[in-house]
């Protein structure tokens, strides 16, 4: 059974660091992993999405790298601002069954002015 | 613009009554998926359905049913042998039903239910 771990569950940190947060999944069989943002009280933005056979991919500020074999993956985020606050899942749909996606239970990122 | 659209946003219900939470989709997605959040414990998958008239259990599905008639819907109603529904409830499609499974998930901006 698939497991997803972020580690940290938390984490604070000033405006303008760069920072990473961590991912973990225990089955490598995987087609795809997807970071999402969620704010307090909303629905999941997804934000990167990483298919199987990449290494990385990049949105703006935003970096997420796959390393399907060590069964890792991570979120960088450049330049934090304080509009990064927020709830960040990582979640990965794995092969076989039902094929469905398998979460994280998230880092609450704080970015302080 | 295409999306999942949840209603209502806040849901209130009495003890051992039913309530339907609505998920709509105009993004010509396949699938579609219902999660449960509580704090601390992530998201848990009730139900899915990869087409239209078939849906499967996923892990926490007692105590609720769901049908899917329209390839745009996907209602969830919470049952009173919920025991413990009070959670935020997220709705979520993704394109592709199995095969590759290269596509990502879509999600709604949720249903808060409470019991009172």
């Known amino acids: 059974k698939q497991e997803v771990t972020q580690i940290p569950a938390a984490l604070s940190v000033p405006e303008g660091e760069n920072l990473v947060l961590n991912c973990s999944f225990t089955d490598s069989a995987i087609y795809n992993l997807q970071w999402f943002r969620q704010d307090p009280g909303k629905g999941l933005t997804s934000l990167l999405l990483?298919?199987?056979?990449?290494r990385e991919q990049t949105s703006g500020r935003l970096n997420a790298s796959l390393d399907k074999s060590s069964g890792r993956s991570t979120l960088y985020i450049a330049a934090s601002q304080p509009g990064d606050s927020a709830t960040y899942l990582c979640?990965?749909?794995?092969?076989?069954?039902?094929?469905?996606?398998?979460f994280g239970k998230g880092t609450k990122l704080t970015v302080n002015p | 613009d295409g999306g999942i659209t949840q209603s209502p946003k806040y849901l209130f219900r009495k003890e051992g009554q039913n309530v339907t939470l609505s998920c709509e989709q105009n993004?010509?997605?396949?699938?579609m998926y219902w999660y449960r959040q509580d704090p601390g414990q992530g998201l848990r998958l009730i139900y899915y359905?990869?087409?239209?008239?078939?849906?499967q259990k996923g892990d926490i599905a007692e105590g609720y049913s769901v049908s899917r008639e329209k390839k745009e819907s996907f209602p969830l109603t919470v049952t009173s042998a919920q025991k413990n529904p009070t959670a935020f409830y997220l709705c979520?499609?993704?394109?592709?039903?199995?095969?590759?499974?290269?596509?990502?998930?879509?999600f709604g901006s949720g249903t808060r239910l409470t019991v009172v």
């Open positions: 979520a499609s993704s394109m592709e039903a199995g095969g590759r499974a290269r596509y990502g998930y879509t």
């Open positions: 993004l010509n997605h396949d699938a």
């Open positions: 990483i298919q199987s056979s990449q």
């Open positions: 359905s990869q087409i239209v008239n078939d849906f």
């Open positions: 979640a990965v749909r794995s092969q076989g069954g039902s094929e469905k996606l398998v």
